[in-house]
């Protein structure tokens, strides 16, 4: 049955074929330039300038917050603090990583995203948590609290 040249499925058609017709390029193929950490840095933070002169000044921020680690030739490690990050930094993959490979000349290069395990302070809540938090930074509390026969 023929195929309409303005139908959707005409479209589809066509994608799949030029999807085939694509040459394809075996991973030894893709340049892998090596560099060193400075060449990251530096065009970490150009990257971090470009996207703040593009109004994204939250993704900016979350790129500035930590530095990036060069683990070996194609790939680097990159924390952040919390979930939340992550996904957003993962939606800005698609721009960034192309930004790195190009300008590195290095197309096997990988990001790897960790939330950073930083330690958070206990809430305090009630009266006895209070006292103990600060019995803990000022251990002669306890004596001001005994001779004044106060609570807490």
């Given at each position: 049955m023929?195929?309409?040249?303005?139908?959707?499925?005409?479209?589809?058609?066509?994608?799949?074929?030029?999807?085939?017709?694509?040459?394809?390029?075996?991973?030894?193929?893709?340049?892998?330039?090596?560099?060193?950490?400075?060449?990251l840095?530096?065009?970490?933070?150009?990257?971090?300038?470009?996207?703040?002169?593009?109004?994204?000044?939250?993704?900016?921020?979350?790129?500035?917050?930590?530095?990036?680690?060069?683990?070996?030739?194609?790939?680097?490690?990159?924390e952040?603090?919390?979930?939340?990050?992550?996904?957003?930094?993962?939606?800005?993959?698609?721009e960034?990583?192309?930004?790195?490979?190009?300008?590195?000349?290095?197309?096997?290069?990988?990001?790897?995203?960790?939330?950073?395990?930083?330690i958070?302070?206990?809430?305090?809540?009630?009266?006895?948590?209070?006292?103990?938090?600060?019995?803990?930074?000022?251990?002669?509390?306890?004596?001001?609290r005994?001779?004044?026969?106060?609570?807490?």
């Amino acid at each position: 049955m023929p195929v309409s040249g303005f139908s959707l499925s005409s479209i589809a058609l066509k994608k799949t074929a030029k999807e085939k017709n694509k040459p394809t390029l075996k991973v030894s193929e893709l340049p892998q330039n090596p560099f060193k950490q400075k060449d990251l840095d530096l065009l970490w933070k150009q990257y971090i300038e470009n996207i703040k002169n593009d109004g994204k000044s939250n993704m900016a921020s979350i790129l500035f917050m930590n530095s990036p680690v060069l683990s070996d030739n194609s790939q680097i490690s990159f924390e952040v603090a919390n979930e939340m990050n992550k996904s957003e930094l993962i939606k800005e993959m698609e721009e960034l990583l192309p930004y790195l490979r190009n300008h590195l000349n290095n197309q096997i290069l990988s990001i790897s995203i960790g939330i950073s395990e930083n330690i958070k302070e206990e809430t305090i809540f009630s009266s006895p948590e209070k006292y103990q938090h600060l019995l803990r930074i000022n251990p002669v509390l306890d004596t001001l609290r005994k001779t004044f026969n106060l609570d807490f």
